[in-house]
Each structure stands twice: as structure tokens, then as C-alpha cells.
T-cell receptor, first 110, second 116 residues
Framework: GQSLEQPSEVTAVEGAIVQINCTYQTSGFYGLSWYQQHDGGAPTFLSY????GLEETGRFSSFLSRSDSYGYLLLQELQMKDSASYFCAVSLPFGQNFVFGPGTRLSVLP | EAGVAQSPRYKIIEKRQSVAFWCNPISGHATLYWYQQILGQGPKLLIQFQNNGVVDDSQLPKDRFSAERLKGVDSTLKIQPAKLEDSAVYLC??????????????FGSGTRLTVV
């Protein structure tokens, strides 16, 4: 079976740094992706980690440790517009599909 | 480029009625997905098409759900008859088959279905 775990909610203030963790147990693993979804909106792709280590894209960074079955999304210099739900997603090998985590709701306070 | 188009945006039906959703993917995207997202949960794959062929429909409740992608472009998802537990947002996504991990999926805005 496939299992992903994320914290259900995280709260932080504007300008702060927040880390959203994701642990996974899947039958096979190809990579870890992150998606952002505002209320009522479509999920939008943020980042992908196929190898261990840190990937940086502007204010967002994503990290993967295959040996620990663990990854995180790091958001720096938080802005009010970052308030949204964030989903990690495991892509399975051999062309199989993504499995999405339950999502973490981030609230950014002024 | 134009995004993934879905319609309708909202739908309210009574249980046991039927409903259909439409999706037009990004031009050139061979792979199309239908996801079900229940409030407060992550998207769950219902079916994946590669061109007009089904790649994965293992999680599609085939006794009531059906989907087709004629001519490898537009797709429709149908529910017949609907149950209360089908209330959810139905998301369509598309991707380039060759680089779906690196570029990610592009999702449409979804259809919010309420079954009463």
C-alpha cells in the first residue's frame, strides 16, 4: 500500500520561515513533488526532488532523503499569499502515478 | 499557453441522478488524469489516459463511474447513479508524458459536485 504523512496545519507570521514535513511508505519510489493549492483553486506544481538533497526555487526549497523516506518543503520570507494547502506527492516507478499526501494547511498571520 | 479547461465549475444533483464533467487538456499533452478530491484530503487518482487509451483505472468505481477520451484530446467523466459520498471536487490534469516529474501536472480548476 501507499502511505504519506504530513502535519495537518501549520501557522506562522509574515516574514518567517516554515518547514512542512512529509514522510512516506510506498511500494516503490521515483521522486517527491510538492503542490500548492489555494482555497477553491487548482493545485499548482512547486518542485520536484528525484535525488537526495536540496532543490531551491526562489523563496521555496525542497529536500529529499531517500534513506529516511522523508522530505520537506521550506518556505522563506513568508507572505500572506502563501496561505494555502501544500501537498507532497510521491511518483511511483515504471510510469505509475503520483500518490498525494493528505495536505498541510498553512496560515500566514500578519 | 492555455490551461486545462473544465466545466461545469459547480454542480448540485440529487442522489441517484447522473452527472457528467468535461475536460480539455493543454494542447500537446498526451497524458490526462481525473482526480477526486474530497474536502480536506489530497487528490486521489480515478483514471489515467495516454492519448485515447486507459493506462490506469484501478481506483475508478466502475459500477457507477465511467470515463472516455475520444480522439485523444477532450475527456468526459460520468457518474451514474450518484451517491452522497461522491460529493467532492473533480480535478482534471494533463502532462507531457516524457517529463511529468520535472514539469509536474497542470491541473484544471475542477468541478465542485454536491450530491444532496
Amino acid at each position: 500500500g501507499q502511505s504519506l504523512e504530513q502535519p495537518s496545519e501549520v501557522t506562522a507570521v509574515e516574514g518567517a520561515i516554515v518547514q512542512i514535513n512529509c514522510t512516506y511508505q510506498t511500494s516503490g519510489f521515483y521522486g517527491l513533488s510538492w503542490y500548492q493549492q489555494h482555497d477553491g483553486g487548482a493545485p499548482t506544481f512547486l518542485s520536484y526532488n528525484g535525488l537526495d538533497g536540496l532543490e531551491e526555487t526562489g523563496r521555496f526549497s525542497s529536500f529529499l532523503s531517500r534513506s529516511d523516506s522523508y522530505g520537506y518543503l521550506l518556505l522563506q520570507e513568508l507572505q500572506m499569499k502563501d496561505s494555502a494547502s501544500y501537498f507532497c506527492a510521491v511518483s511511483l516507478p515504471f510510469g505509475q502515478n503520483f500518490v498525494f499526501g493528505p495536505g498541510t494547511r498553512l496560515s500566514v498571520l500578519p | 499557453e492555455a490551461g486545462v479547461a473544465q466545466s461545469p465549475r459547480y454542480k448540485i444533483i440529487e442522489k441517484r441522478q447522473s452527472v457528467a464533467f468535461w475536460c480539455n487538456p493543454i494542447s500537446g499533452h498526451a497524458t490526462l488524469y481525473w482526480y477526486q478530491q474530497i474536502l480536506g484530503q489530497g487528490p486521489k487518482l480515478l483514471i489515467q489516459f495516454q492519448n485515447n487509451g486507459v493506462v490506469d483505472d484501478s481506483q475508478l468505481p466502475k459500477d457507477r463511474f465511467s470515463a472516455e477520451r475520444l480522439k485523444g484530446v477532450d475527456s468526459t467523466l460520468k457518474i451514474q447513479p450518484a451517491k452522497l459520498e461522491d460529493s467532492a471536487v473533480y480535478l482534471c490534469a494533463s502532462s507531457l508524458a516524457s517529463d511529468r516529474e520535472r514539469d509536474g501536472y497542470t491541473f484544471g480548476s475542477g468541478t465542485r459536485l454536491t450530491v444532496v
